[in-house]
Nanobody
Framework: QVQLVESGGGSVQAGGSLRLSCETS????????MGWFRQAPGKERELVVI????????KDADSVKGRFIISRDVYKNTVYLQMNSLKPEDTAVYYC?????????????????WGRGTLVTVSS
């Protein structure tokens, strides 16, 4: 059974930083592209960043470029999202997701597995 479990969310003031973690189990972690998505209140879920380490491809939302960094630890089967210079508009539930297909990974569409999310609140 595949599981993705996010952690690290919380409340922070604008300009601060948070690091989200997503621990995976039940999948061959090295063979999956991993991504972070978010959904703000009243808005649709959107891609934050997705990276396919097999092809070295990465897609970032324009709103987070230069501020958010995705990384992974293959020994811990965990992917991270370092979020710096946080803004109130970054407030959302953040979801971790995994996809095997490289084409889907290049666009952040049709993810295979999802976590349940972790809430990030940024106050001004």
């Amino acid at each position: 059974q595949v599981q993705l479990v996010e952690s690290g969310g919380g409340s922070v003031q604008a300009g601060g930083s948070l690091r989200l973690s997503c621990e995976t189990s039940g999948l061959n972690f090295r063979n999956y592209a991993m991504g972070w998505f978010r959904q703000a209140p009243g808005k649709e879920r959107e891609l934050v960043v997705i990276k396919d380490w097999r092809t070295a491809s990465q897609k970032d939302a324009d709103s987070v470029k230069g501020r958010f960094i995705i990384s992974r630890d293959v020994y811990k089967n965990t992917v991270y999202l370092q979020m710096n210079s946080l803004k109130p508009e970054d407030t959302a539930v953040y979801y971790c997701a995994a996809v095997w297909d490289a084409v889907a990974a290049s666009t952040g569409s049709a993810m295979d597995y999802w976590g349940r999310g972790t809430l990030v609140t940024v106050s001004s």
